[in-house]
């Protein structure tokens, strides 16, 4: 079975430092990855995924996440937080062959700092 | 598009009433996801239906909880009697069997307090 571990269930950033939120994987075939947001009182927003294709995934708002199967990780980035970043983030891992379901993390909430 | 849509966005009601929640996939979406947020044990997935059959119902807590899918274009989740415990959001998502990766799109979820 599928799982995902995000590492720190809170992260503070300064306005302008690198974002960089841990998320770690586990599956017996390869996957599928994607990150959400959630922002205050709003439902869940894609942010990213990855499908197999190029390890290297660019989304939204100058996200980005790289596949590393060796690590069993994709690890969301951004190089320079802005004050609307602040949200919670999930990761979450699907794998078709076992139904059409995500698997989701316990969510990181990001502060950013001014 | 106008995305996946729920309703009431909030329900606030007294222990032992029913509840129902209601959820409008995106037009052509074959698959739907009930979903339960808490600050205690985080995003649950409840059911989830391919083509109007429920396939997992696994995270259904207990009998007090039901879901249908009479069409592919309406669901709706029901709490009968309601409980305290069952305060939480509750979120619909849909996705699409065939496309790239099978993301799910979610709606704005239902805002439940039990009283």
């Known amino acids: 079975a599928q799982s995902v571990t995000q590492l720190g269930s809170h992260v503070s950033v300064s306005e302008g430092a690198l974002v960089l939120l841990r998320c770690n994987y586990s599956?017996?075939?390869?996957?599928?990855l994607f990150w959400y947001v959630q922002y205050p009182n709003q439902g869940l927003q894609l942010l990213l995924k990855?499908?197999?294709?190029?390890?290297l995934v660019k989304g939204i708002n100058g996200f980005e996440a790289e596949f590393k199967k060796s690590e069993t990780s994709f690890h969301l980035t951004k190089p320079s937080a802005h004050m609307s970043d602040a949200a919670e983030y999930f990761c979450?891992?699907?794998?078709?062959?076992?139904?059409?379901?995500?698997?989701f993390g316990a969510g990181t909430i990001l502060r950013v700092k001014s | 598009d106008a995305g996946v849509i729920q309703s009431p966005r909030h329900e606030v009601t007294e222990m032992g009433q029913e509840v129902t929640l209601r959820c409008k996939p995106i037009?052509?979406?074959?698959?739907l996801f009930w979903y339960r947020q808490t600050m205690m044990r985080g995003l649950e997935l409840l059911i989830y239906?391919?083509?109007?059959?429920?396939?997992?119902d696994s995270g259904m807590p207990e009998d007090r909880f039901s879901a249908k899918m009479p069409n592919a274009s309406f669901s709706t989740l029901k709490i009968q009697p309601s409980e305290p415990r069952d305060s939480a959001v509750y979120f619909c998502?849909?996705?699409?069997?065939?496309?790239?990766?099978?993301?799910?799109?979610f709606g704005p979820g239902t805002r439940l307090t039990v009283t």
């Open positions: 599956s017996s075939v390869p996957p599928y």
């Open positions: 037009s052509g979406h074959d698959y």
């Open positions: 239906f391919n083509n109007n059959v429920p396939i997992d």
């Open positions: 990855y499908t197999s294709a190029a390890t």
């Open positions: 998502a849909s996705s699409l069997r065939g496309a790239s990766s099978y993301e799910q799109y």
């Open positions: 979450a891992v699907s794998v078709p062959e076992y139904g059409n379901k995500l698997v």
